[in-house]
């Protein structure tokens, strides 16, 4: 299984889920560490774009495209969300708490792109340290996109 992340550069091989544990997300509540990727680089992007926004100055040098390699053993445990809950994060905090050591990844919708999918990274599962990382370089966000523009005039 491939999976896809983009982040800042100073943080693109980090597989520790700290950025999650101190800020949550909409899966999973401060305080827990977890992985948040897309299946394809392009919902990651907008993922990316819409929870984070971009800034001209540093989205053509400060980003990499990251994808992680998930053994087909270890990407077997999978827990399988086919629809948004009325409260995704208790669903994650669920699943973190209670079958951290038995379930390694979390398939999730994604709400930026329907039909899409995103899936959240147990980094604390026993088979974490199979996952493997390539670094694809650096991630340009398209300069005509109207968020990458600077609002100053």
């Not at 560490?33 to 800034?55: K, M, R």
């Not at 445990?77 to 409260?87: C, G, T």
């Amino acid at each position: 299984m491939r999976l896809y992340r983009i982040a800042r550069a100073k943080y693109a091989i980090d597989l520790s889920g700290e950025g999650s544990r101190l800020y949550g997300g909409r899966w999973t509540p401060p305080g827990y560490p977890a992985i948040y990727t897309s299946e394809h680089p392009a919902l990651a992007a907008w993922e990316n774009a819409v929870h984070f926004g971009l800034e001209e100055p540093v989205a053509p040098l400060d980003f990499r495209l990251i994808e992680l390699v998930v053994p087909i053993d270890a990407a077997a445990s999978v827990l399988d969300i086919p629809s948004i809950p009325h409260n995704p994060v208790s669903v994650g905090r669920d699943w973190l708490e209670t079958r951290a050591n038995d379930i390694l990844l979390m398939r999730v919708p994604s709400v930026v792109i329907p039909l899409s999918w995103n899936i959240i990274l147990n980094p604390r599962h026993p088979d974490a340290k199979q996952i493997t990382v390539r670094d694809h370089g650096a991630f340009v966000f398209d300069v005509r996109l109207p968020f990458t523009k600077d609002p100053s005039p």
